[in-house]
């Protein structure tokens, strides 16, 4: 076993403290990750408050992890030591069932292993990447290629193939016009990876705060999402990818939708997303979810992105930091994701 020193919270309203933690011994297949980056994603916001029940505290999250490899196991030959690497947001799977073997690790029939808050295969509970390093099954660690600093490369691990997988299944490309629904750290990557895919983007936002980042990002327009605003829109996407961390109107959006029209939900709903027969059947439009992308597809992701120049918009922050920076991500006061330095830990 070694130890790590990580940034942990005791209780859901309490605040994060330095916390010493073990990582597992180095099995063969595992390598053991020097952590430098971590991003923040809402997702760890709703896990730490506990809004999707109950967490095993002291909880460590991070599932936008950016490292080097420090140690591999004695069977890994994927991975070596002083590797630019990454992990997301699945540490394990059973490997061996239908979903796994086609590379959908994300949707293991038994479950995938989260990167932290979940039982691992052995029975610990797994903390994530608010740490000094980390211990992973060699499978589940991405290779970070040389372009992307590992700083802007963090957030690609959630944010970045949440937004890319449902991107490809819907066919983003030249030709078609998309529109991501808020824009915080997974819509910020939906704006710049359907632009890098060659899509029209528009930006569907709350208010026009944003508005001067829109072409930056890569969208041609950009849309308050007030009723006289969205009616104009009417049967005119391919694709919407609702980001938002709140319920939305799902009949409000499925008719932006043209024929054959998807709206993707990525976003977590705390209410149901209903819809009455005629939005849905109007169009012979589409209502899906997902939920972030496989190993293999993650990867193709961290090569594209590489080639196409895309990486996050972040904002740097010390461990301090973690607190405000979680109220300002709940506050929408974020442009477009905070990643932890994980030099700044000390005890
Ligand atoms: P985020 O940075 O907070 O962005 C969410 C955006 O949604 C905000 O910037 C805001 O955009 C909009 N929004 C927030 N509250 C809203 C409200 N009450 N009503 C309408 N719009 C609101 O969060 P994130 O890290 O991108 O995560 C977004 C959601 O995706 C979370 O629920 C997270 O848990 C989930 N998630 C899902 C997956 C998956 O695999 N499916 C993976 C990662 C995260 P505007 O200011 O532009 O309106
Ligand atoms: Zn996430
Ligand atoms: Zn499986």
Known sequence: MSTALAYALHRPSGTFEPTEITRRELGSNDVRIKILFAGICHS????AREEWGK?????VPGHEIAGIVEAIGSSVTTHAVGDRVGVGCMVNSCRVCENCLAGHEQYCAKGNVGTYN????????????????VVVDAHFVLKIPAGISLD???????AGITMFSPLKRWGTGPGKKVAILGLGGLGHMGVKLAAAMGAEVTIL?????KESDAAALGATNFVVTEPAALRELRSSFDLIINTVSASINAETYLSLLRFNG???NVGVSPEPLSTRFSPLAQNNRVLAASGIGGIAETQEMLDFCAANGVGASIETIAANEIDAAYDRVVASDVRYRFVIDISTFTA
Do not use: E, F, M
Request: hydrophobic share 35%; charged share 10%; proline share 5%.
């Open 44 to 47: 760890d916001i709703h896990t």
């Open 55 to 59: 967490v095993n505290y002291p909880l």
């Open 118 to 133: 979940s039982k691992d295969l052995d029975g610990t509970i797994t903390q994530g990447g608010y740490a000094t390093s």
């Open 152 to 158: 802007v490369a963090a957030p690609l691990l959630c």
């Open 205 to 209: 936002s709350r208010t026009s705060a």
């Open 262 to 264: 998807t709206l993707a």
